[in-house]
């Protein structure tokens, strides 16, 4: 709309009548505040680029060698239900956010969400949900009981049916402050005193009495927290618990449980109107406000990293991950709106249409769902490509306990199963999926201490890795012949005490001497990579890679695409008498880019990689 403009040229034209620059200058007096003068200021507006109602404001003072420039993103939106056009610029309407997330206004809004849903998306997010068993334990809210009642811990009988709510939130740094443990269980049954509450377990409560709802479900009231048994057995039944559940309450902006559901600031005054008469035609109400963050229902990759640790804590910790793809409906309370997911629709109080779910939960819950009739190659292959999605963006969440990384995408895990039920689940990875074995760290960090999974699982280091992409007319080099685990408790798809693999493939002994920048083959110490530049390890500890001394590896030829070739960089831990099977444990993987001859050619003179044998990695 305006590029840089000094301000006093912008009221100058206001003046004389230009909506566009009333307009601009209006927002630079909302926004600048202190820092408005005339003078020397310049200011732009622009609408970006294929964003609804969303724009540019800029503004910079000049210094004696440069400019120092602020910029904001601005929402403007129509006050009026009509659709303005300023400029190129479309400007839609959009409801001003009133009250706080505790007002009856915005909570009628919310139960407006919940009534579409019910009446509307009955066939996919809530079938006969009068007709739900209750989880081993619920907390008992009572019937007509005021909203700071006390409650008590209900231990619910077999085929006892209700509707209750779950909520889905962090514990924070030092844990939770209330919790069910062998010690205070029975006072529990008997009554849970509502002061002595954290305040989101309270704001919880409120919620889901005035909902009508006789029962809760909070994890650190309903699991026994120092009993290991009920533990794994509980986590284990995580999938059910949420995606039986009413609605699940999600506490996206608490970073622990002081911190609570709703967010007491009113948010009239951040908000500003602007109401202009044009002449000859009716005037023109706009509203502007900062851009809200959507990330609860919009998860878009450029802005993740910086908004879960801003705005939205929760979305950060890995057992949140699953709790919201399970849900059939959760309810997020921000810190300046409310947000609504279900199965088949998402809203936000601001009314947002520029929500571009690229990596939005709906787009992934035919992962999890029923399987279809007719399965094939292609429909098989797509679900692994989508699971390994799923598990690039959870390797990236944060945990308290690094053992519980395979226990909190159990029950994901345990969905998938349902839908490909000629698969099966390995500690993380699916024996049929080609690209299995065929990830990388990302990020430079020890492996946990305790034991949390084999080494060629991605659970094994704990951190953010990413699959390498193969594509179907890739070709892939073995196969998972065989498998072993050993499970820590009733969960068969959660912690693991032992697991390993049995891989047929094309195995190598290598010398490996990063002094002299040379992987050596031991079957022909000739031959050599073409160009050590294309040689790319990426090893799963970082001292793997600072080898002082030669060290002997082996390479499992992993995949070939059009720019690279893939291998498991392997280390022994023993040979068998026999020497028909050996076994190691993989320390990395490793790319070799810019290979000008086919992968057969480079290897068919030194007859590299032209057996095949079955392995045992742990």
């Not at 904001?72 to 303005?84: G, H, Q, V």
């Not at 999938?239 to 309450?249: D, G, K, N, Q, R």
């Not at 990293?305 to 929760?314: A, G, I, K, R, S």
């Not at 499992?556 to 050996?582: D, G, M, P, Q």
Request: aromatic letters at 12%; hydrophobic letters at 40%.
């Amino acid at each position: 709309m305006w590029g840089e403009t000094l301000l006093r040229d912008i009221r100058e034209s206001a003046g004389n009548g230009c909506v566009k620059c009333s307009l601009t200058y209006w927002i630079a007096s909302v926004m600048m505040k202190d820092d408005f003068r005339e003078s020397d200021r310049t200011v732009s507006l622009q609408n970006i680029h294929s964003k609804v109602n969303t724009f540019e404001f800029a503004w910079s003072r000049p210094r004696e060698y440069t400019s120092i420039k602020q910029r904001y993103r601005l929402i403007l939106f129509s006050r009026d239900d009509t659709t303005y056009m300023l400029g190129s610029a479309t400007i839609e309407p959009a409801p001003l956010l009133r009250g706080k997330t505790s007002s009856p206004a915005s909570w009628a809004i919310a139960r407006e969400w919940i009534a579409t849903c019910s009446n509307e998306h009955k066939a996919t997010c809530h079938p006969d949900s009068k007709s739900i068993q209750l989880p081993t334990r619920v907390l008992d809210l009572g019937l007509y009981q005021g909203s700071r009642a006390d409650t008590r811990l209900f231990e619910a009988p077999a085929g006892e049916f209700a509707q209750y709510v779950c909520l889905s939130h962090c514990w924070g740094p030092n844990g939770c402050a209330w919790s069910t443990t062998s010690f205070n269980l029975n006072q529990h049954k008997e009554c849970i005193q509502f002061d002595k509450l954290p305040r989101t377990f309270k704001d919880a409560i409120i919620f889901t009495r005035w909902l009508g709802i006789r029962f809760l479900w909070i994890d650190a009231l309903c699991i026994i927290q120092n009993d290991e048994a009920d533990w794994e057995r509980e986590s284990g039944a995580m999938a059910s618990i949420f995606e039986h559940s009413y609605l699940t309450l999600s506490a996206v902006k608490a970073e622990d449980g002081a911190d609570g559901l709703f967010m007491d600031i009113n948010r009239e005054a951040s908000q500003y109107e602007f109401n202009r008469q044009r002449a000859g035609s009716k005037s023109i109400c706009l509203g502007v406000r900062r851009v809200i963050p959507h990330l609860p229902i919009n998860l878009d990759p450029k802005e993740f990293e910086y908004q879960v640790h801003t705005n939205f804590p929760l979305m950060a910790r890995a057992w949140a991950f699953q709790e919201r793809f399970l849900s059939p409906r959760v309810l997020h309370f921000g810190k300046k709106e409310l947000y609504w997911e279900c199965r088949d629709a998402t809203y936000c109080e601001c009314g947002s249409k520029d929500l571009s779910q690229e990596f939005g939960r709906l787009s992934y819950l035919d992962l999890l769902g029923s399987a279809k009739a007719s399965r094939t190659l292609s429909f098989d292959s797509a679900r692994y490509v989508r699971w390994n999605r799923l598990v690039e963006r959870y390797s990236q969440l944060a945990l308290t306990f690094p053992t519980d990384r395979l226990p909190a995408i159990s029950s994901l895990a345990k969905k998938m199963s349902n839908v490909m039920p000629d698969s099966h689940y390995l500690a993380g990875i699916w024996q049929n999926d080609p690209a299995a074995l065929i990830w990388i760290k990302i990020r430079s960090h020890q492996l946990p201490r305790q034991y949390v999974a084999p080494s060629w699982s991605w659970a094994s280091v704990n951190k953010e890795i990413r699959y390498v992409d193969i594509g179907p007319n890739d070709r892939v080099f073995y196969t998972i012949v065989g498998s072993k685990s050993v499970p820590y408790g009733a969960d068969t798809t959660g912690r693991v005490v032992s697991a390993q693999i049995s891989v047929k493939g094309q195995v190598e002994l290598t010398q490996h001497n990063l002094l002299q920048k040379k992987w050596t083959f031991l079957k022909d110490p000739d031959f050599q990579f073409p160009t050590w530049s294309s040689v790319h390890p990426h090893w799963d500890q970082p001292h793997l890679g600072e080898f002082t001394d030669p060290v002997h590896l082996a390479l499992l030829r992993l995949a070939e695409t059009k720019t690279l070739n893939v291998f498991l960089i392997l280390e022994a831990v023993t040979v068998e008498v026999h020497h028909e099977s050996e076994t190691f444990r993989r320390v990395g993987l490793m790319e070799v880019r810019n290979i000008d001859k086919p992968d057969d050619q480079l290897f068919a003179k030194p007859n590299l990689f032209d057996r095949t044998k079955v392995i045992t990695i742990i």
